[in-house]
């Protein structure tokens, strides 16, 4: 089960992702700890913009990459508030991050992307997305902190008062190509 520390750092996933939301993007956001605890750098989504590669995960892994020496990166942790994407999963392992922790998993955001009448994301989430690089994950946490108390608000209840499908921002099918 996770702990303390690791808790609070979802907290600030999810305080991440409600500020991603509020400000017209997809709810995600993530944290970046040094193996010490330090928090080392944290973003949100910010795909609002058009460029539909601007999720936390692949920038921490970049932030990381231009920053912090091969030991440094294998032995810190990114907490998200959603599972990697297969994007940010490959820019995590090419990036030698080490451990993974996130609240909600991908399954779960299908799900909740279903019941909201969403489109299902443009690359399909499948578990063989992650590395052997890196060296754990874990998550979702039943019960907490998503799908219960005030953290649910940035992905269930984010997604309830966004109503996707009405403001297209969130999970675009890529147009059709010939
Ligand atoms: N984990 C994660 N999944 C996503 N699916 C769509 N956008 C995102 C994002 O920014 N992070």
């Known amino acids: ?4 520390a690791e808790l609070r750092y979802l907290h600030r996933c999810i305080e ?10 997809e709810p995600f956001g993530s944290v970046l700890v040094a193996a010490d605890g330090t928090v080392l750098s ?9 460029d539909r590669t601007r999720h936390p995960e692949f920038t921490l892994a970049r932030w990381a990459a231009e920053r912090l020496t091969p030991a440094e990166r294998a ?9 990697h994407c297969p994007m940010c999963a490959a820019a995590h392992g090419w990036g030698g991050l080490g451990r993974i922790v996130y609240a909600s998993s991908s399954e779960q955001l299908s799900g909740w992307l279903a019941d909201f009448g969403a489109s299902p994301p443009p690359v399909r989430p499948f578990r063989s997305a992650r590395s052997r690089r890196m060296s754990s994950w874990r998550g979702p946490f039943p019960g907490s902190p998503l799908r219960s108390g005030s953290c649910s ?5 984010g997604f309830d008062r966004i109503r996707p499908h009405e403001t297209g921002l969130l999970m675009h099918r890529p147009p059709d190509t010939r």
Do not use: C
């Open 42 to 50: 944290e973003d949100r989504n910010r795909v609002a913009g058009g």
């Open 153 to 157: 608000a940035a992905i269930t209840g």
């Open 75 to 83: 032995a810190a942790t990114v907490y998200t508030s959603g599972e």
């Open 16 to 25: 991440l992702a409600t500020e991603a939301l509020e400000a017209g993007d």
């Open 1 to 4: 089960m996770v702990d303390d």
